[in-house]
């Protein structure tokens, strides 16, 4: 783990650096990276955890997607989330997709591997993205700006 705490911002920059990746499920590399792949990838480049998120398919199945987020963050009310916090979401009842918080021109954003565009993009929080938000986790060893 990291000497000391890692700031959102340093989170959002590491993050940011994977924009533009091509999508690949389960992918782990810059050759192709998923939703989770990014998380995996972005935490351990800063030393904030060394765990993946393994077993999951392209469509959520009961609450497995998100229990390795709860080994590895601190969960956090949806409300309270801030830059470089993670944000769970949900397609009908099942999580099944991830990506960071940021802020951009100070409105909130959501950079995340994009499956049906298939790359990493940041866009706004906005349109379907609240409503299908879950959960919200902090890197334990991050601290907000």
């Known amino acids: 783990m990291p000497a000391e705490p890692v700031t959102s911002e340093a989170i959002v920059a590491r993050a940011r650096t994977w924009l533009g990746t091509p999508w690949r499920h389960q992918g782990r590399s810059e050759r192709g990276v998923d939703c989770a792949g ?15 998120v393994t077993g999951y398919g ?14 590895a963050m601190d969960p956090v009310p949806l409300a309270e989330a801030l830059p470089g916090d993670v944000l769970v979401f949900a397609d009908a ?16 954003h959501l950079l995340h591997a994009h499956a049906r565009r298939r790359r990493v993009i940041e866009e706004p929080y906005a349109g379907e993205w609240p409503a299908k938000a879950r959960f919200a986790f902090r890197f334990r060893y991050a601290r907000p700006d």
């Open 38 to 52: 990014l998380v995996v990838l972005v935490a351990r480049a800063l030393g904030l955890a060394d765990h993946d």
């Open 58 to 71: 392209r469509h959520g199945s009961g609450l497995a997607f998100v229990n390795p987020f709860r080994a």
């Open 93 to 108: 009842a099942c999580p099944c997709h991830c990506g960071f918080r940021t802020e951009f021109r100070d409105a909130p």
